[in-house]
């Protein structure tokens, strides 16, 4: 039974990266949607979402079938611990492409954003794609050392977040207080996108280095 | 070995229980400090939200230890199973009640809402105190027909946030676009306190019946 180990827990890996791949196209996809006010993108994102969460419920099994038949040690036992929350990770990540897409949908046919911040939030969505891309190529290799580029783009997008309040709170903010609202619950979805990317990294780091780790 | 299953399964109930115990202080504490304006109480949510993040932890380990040792079957996988779940929504919880307590701090010495909206806001609190009391006695009892009285309140709290949206973009809303930005998120943070006591329930459910329940 325990040749099967190694397979196994290459199962639980590649869901994972799979997972990161269908969350990487839904945030360039509710991105695409936000700038484009395109009700069907945003649609699409919606339902896509599905894939995620059943990969999520499937990972959770995958990592206790492996806890029960082949009592993991070390770096196994944390990857198969680990494995649970990588994907809670990434389907939070998921609900948040989700979130844009339902705001897109609330505010169609009126544009979701006002024209200029459109530059602002293609930021983040770049900022934010490359961040989940990151974090595939992090589950895949277990090269840690990409994690510090994920704090980069999660640095972006909180600077980000910050000048976007700032230009809502200014005297020259002129859309009233609804976009006011909209934009920034948008900007914190995005935010905390790149949050949820920062503690799968974290993840990883300890799967491969054994050393705690800041809490989520 | 196998004898030492129910008082390990017992003890991950037991941590469970315990952090809903404390998430329901924290949230209490969080509104009477958004209420009053109280820094040292908002303090005290913030540095208490360690305890939340390492019961999360010991549910893990216990759960996984349960799988390794006890290759639990039927109710007890899915207990097993769930408890990693439970405690990341509890962990959330906790999270949130702290994303209030922080916006206290931010805002302190200036009160955090405006006062018209200080009903509303108590109203918030006690839904979300009684929702996540409900979540301990789900999870103490596995008595899955109070998640009927959590719906109700987590109803409750999707009300209050859609009639605080109302109120923010009335005519009548005198407090700027600062004051709407700070209870809009305010509320959402109690709103999604309600999803996440929701989606422990489900999971209490699922463990119980083992019949499959809605993805949260």
Chains 1, 2 share one sequence.
């Not at 934010?128 to 895949?140: D, L, P, T, Y």
């Amino acid at each position: 039974m325990r040749e099967d180990n190694p397979k196994r827990l290459e199962n639980i890996n590649a869901n994972l990266v799979f997972m990161s791949e269908l969350v990487g196209t839904a945030i360039a996809t509710a991105t695409t949607a936000l700038l484009t006010d395109d009700l069907s993108l945003a649609e699409q994102v919606i339902s896509n979402d599905d894939a995620v969460d059943q990969l999520n419920s499937e990972v959770e099994v995958l990592c206790f079938r492996v806890a029960a038949l082949d009592a993991p040690m070390a770096t196994d036992l944390r990857m198969v611990m680990g494995g649970i929350r990588m994907a809670t990770s990434l389907e939070r990540m998921g609900d948040l492409a989700v979130h844009i897409a339902k705001q897109v949908r609330l505010r169609y046919p009126n544009p979701s954003i006002p024209a200029d911040l459109q530059s602002t939030f293609q930021e983040m969505g770049d900022a934010a794609s490359k961040i989940v891309a990151e974090a595939g190529r992090v589950i895949q290799s277990r090269d840690t050392t990409l994690a510090d580029k994920m704090k980069q783009y999660d640095d972006t997008l909180d600077r980000l977040h910050r000048d976007l309040f700032t230009a809502v709170l200014s005297d020259s903010w002129s859309h009233g207080v609804e976009a006011a609202i909209d934009v920034t619950l948008l900007s914190r979805f995005y935010e905390r996108f790149g949050d949820h990317a920062v503690s799968l990294a974290r993840r990883v780091i300890y799967i491969v280095t054994g050393e705690p780790y800041a809490n989520n």
